[in-house]
């Protein structure tokens, strides 16, 4: 079955603790995007990545860093400087950069403990 | 207390009846735009998109309608199922611009 695995599905952080959220396509597709989701609310970029080696950041890139190594993996790193990191987190891909359809992960429910 | 934010518009209708759930987006310069599907605690799926060149383009059961005089969006649900039962969002993408933009979408309700 082709499609974008994130994983784990659920994760908690403490204090001061970076976290890594997974997130893996078989696609074959060029360009991978990260969106966090807050209750009630629309998805916000975070940051978003064209090709392999290159990433660009979004609206809300603060606190969080990415990379892109192979074309299928785009882990994403929520670090402690993101003070406020509870929220829903997904992955997504798309054939080509610029390419308008969106094809989503599940999604990783991070939360502070 | 709670924030406004918190509570997304809710559309509630009976199983069988046509839903129309309806977006404006921000942007003159958008060509393209998208509706996703969202089941609680899932990813967005896709359901139907469309062009600045186009004024209405129809799915199975769906049928999204463009207005570009009065920047609105619409999806049409036709006998509407309790499966439908999600958050609908609407997104579009600036010409020229890599990436699109979501509104902060709607929840449909379908009771039996």
């Known amino acids: 079955d082709g499609g974008i695995t994130q994983s784990p599905k659920y994760l908690f952080r403490k204090e001061g603790q970076n976290v890594t959220l997974s997130c893996e396509q078989n696609?074959?597709?060029?360009?991978m995007y990260w969106y966090r989701q807050d209750p009630g609310q629309g998805l916000r970029l975070i940051y978003y990545?064209?090709?392999?080696?290159?990433?660009q950041k979004g609206d809300i890139a603060e606190g969080y860093s990415v990379s892109r190594e192979k074309k299928e993996s785009f882990p994403l790193t929520v670090t402690s400087a993101q003070k406020n990191p509870t929220a829903f987190y997904l992955c997504?891909?798309?054939?080509?950069?610029?390419?308008?359809?969106?094809?989503f992960g599940s999604g990783t429910q991070l939360s502070v403990l | 207390g709670e924030s406004v934010g918190l509570h997304l518009p809710t559309l509630s209708v009976q199983e069988g009846d046509n839903s129309i759930i309806n977006c404006a987006y921000s942007n003159s310069a958008s060509d393209y735009f998208i509706w996703y599907k969202q089941e609680s605690g899932k990813g967005p799926q896709f359901i139907i998109d469309?062009?600045?060149?186009?004024d209405k383009r129809q799915g199975q059961r769906v049928t999204v309608l463009l207005n570009k005089t009065v920047k609105h969006l619409s999806l049409q649900i036709a006998a509407t199922q309790p499966g439908d039962s999600a958050v609908y969002f609407c997104?579009?993408?600036?010409?020229?611009?890599?990436?699109?933009?979501f509104g902060k979408g709607t929840m449909l309700l379908v009771s039996p």
């Open positions: 696609l074959n597709h060029d360009a």
């Open positions: 469309i062009r600045s060149n186009m």
């Open positions: 990545s064209q090709i392999v080696n290159d990433f």
């Open positions: 997104a579009e993408k600036y010409s020229g611009y890599s990436t699109l933009t």
């Open positions: 997504a891909s798309s054939a080509q950069g610029g390419d308008e359809k969106l094809f």
